[in-house]
């Protein structure tokens, strides 16, 4: 390991898939209006291009499409557009309510399956953990073609320069997920697998750090969206700042997002009727 930082293995929190998502859409001019007026927005588009990712990930077996299928199914089947996500070379990524958690899942695949070093030489591989193998972001990706810790930073799917890795390992460091206490640096589930996998995509597509910071949050508002909706009532009520002029790199941290920081936050500000999340699996 290059780091002794401590850091700790999360519990799963079961919630549910309802996904809304705040107004974060436009990376290159973004402001989201009152806390209130911040949500129901159907869909934001991504800086990024996904290309033939999917195809790629299926034939490498990071993907094995009729566990995939089987697990879809259950739930109406693939959509045209999942379908595409699968097969076919497509253009920017978008983010809908409807499909928010298989975008979740295909960035998962991403984050597991694409070789870095933060995988290798970062938190993962602390022996204090026993391997990288005993992670809900590793045991529990169940529909890989094989062994998952077989395709564990094992597909150059993304080539980063050392400029590009550089930033993505600085930026994972201060991105973290209320689901537990660690930030994307140490990715031990499938959120900060995930946001990985989108970190790497971003900085290979020469994204900006401002813009890797303001497109986070608004993935992160997608899977955890009252937790966002919470903190903006917390800066509007206790420091009178309105969520228009919040600094993602500022909420994306561990005094906001990290599941310690939000608890603190919720302790200080009425919560609303339902909770709605995204839980940590397929």
Same mark, same amino acid.
């Given at each position: 390991?290059? /780091?002794? &930082?401590?850091?700790?293995?999360?519990? =799963?929190?079961?919630? $549910?898939? +309802?996904?809304?998502?705040?107004? !974060?859409? %436009?990376?290159? /001019?973004? &402001?989201?209006?009152?806390?209130?007026? =911040?949500?129901?927005? $159907?869909? +934001?588009?991504?800086?990024?291009? !996904?290309? %033939?990712?999917?195809?790629?990930?299926?034939?490498?077996?990071?993907?094995?499409?009729?566990?995939?299928?089987?697990?879809?199914?259950?739930?109406?089947?693939?959509?045209?557009?999942?379908?595409?996500?699968?097969?076919?070379?497509?253009?920017?990524?978008?983010?809908?309510?409807?499909?928010?958690?298989?975008?979740?899942?295909?960035?998962?695949?991403?984050?597991?399956?694409?070789?870095?070093?933060?995988?290798?030489?970062?938190?993962?591989?602390?022996?204090?953990?026993?391997?990288?193998?005993?992670?809900?972001?590793?045991?529990?990706?169940?529909?890989?073609?094989?062994?998952?810790?077989?395709?564990?930073?094992?597909?150059?799917?993304?080539?980063?320069?050392?400029?590009?890795?550089?930033?993505?390992?600085?930026?994972?460091?201060?991105?973290?997920?209320?689901?537990?206490?660690?930030?994307?640096?140490?990715?031990?589930?499938?959120?900060?697998?995930?946001?990985?996998?989108?970190?790497?995509?971003?900085?290979?597509?020469?994204?900006?750090?401002?813009?890797?910071?303001?497109?986070?949050?608004?993935?992160?508002?997608?899977?955890?969206?009252?937790?966002?909706?919470?903190?903006?009532?917390?800066?509007?009520?206790?420091?009178?700042?309105?969520?228009?002029?919040?600094?993602?790199?500022?909420?994306?941290?561990?005094?906001?997002?990290?599941?310690?920081?939000?608890?603190?936050?919720?302790?200080?500000?009425?919560?609303?009727?339902?909770?709605?999340?995204?839980?940590?699996?397929?």
């Amino acid at each position: 390991m290059n /780091e002794s &930082k401590n850091y700790l293995i999360p519990t =799963a929190v079961a919630l $549910s898939a +309802i996904i809304v998502v705040y107004a !974060w859409f %436009n990376p290159a /001019e973004t &402001k989201i209006s009152e806390p209130d007026r =911040a949500i129901q927005v $159907s869909s +934001i588009e991504l800086p990024i291009v !996904w290309g %033939n990712l999917g195809a790629r990930m299926i034939n490498a077996g990071v993907i094995d499409r009729a566990k995939l299928e089987a697990i879809y199914a259950q739930r109406g089947g693939l959509t045209s557009e999942k379908k595409q996500l699968l097969e076919e070379e497509t253009g920017k990524l978008k983010i809908t309510q409807e499909n928010a958690g298989f975008i979740l899942n295909l960035l998962w695949a991403l984050g597991l399956g694409n070789k870095n070093e933060i995988l290798e030489k970062g938190p993962m591989m602390d022996s204090r953990y026993g391997g990288a193998g005993g992670f809900a972001s590793t045991g529990g990706w169940t529909i890989a073609k094989g062994n998952t810790i077989n395709h564990y930073s094992r597909h150059e799917f993304i080539k980063l320069t050392p400029e590009q890795q550089k930033l993505v390992e600085e930026v994972s460091k201060n991105i973290y997920r209320p689901c537990c206490d660690n930030p994307t640096y140490f990715p031990d589930c499938n959120h900060g697998m995930a946001m990985l996998g989108l970190l790497e995509l971003m900085a290979s597509q020469g994204v900006s750090e401002s813009d890797m910071y303001k497109t986070a949050l608004a993935v992160n508002s997608y899977w955890f969206p009252d937790t966002y909706l919470i903190i903006a009532k917390y800066l509007k009520e206790k420091k009178n700042i309105n969520w228009e002029d919040a600094d993602p790199k500022e909420i994306l941290g561990s005094n906001y997002s990290s599941a310690s920081g939000y608890q603190n936050i919720l302790s200080q500000v009425v919560l609303p009727v339902n909770n709605q999340g995204q839980g940590c699996v397929i």
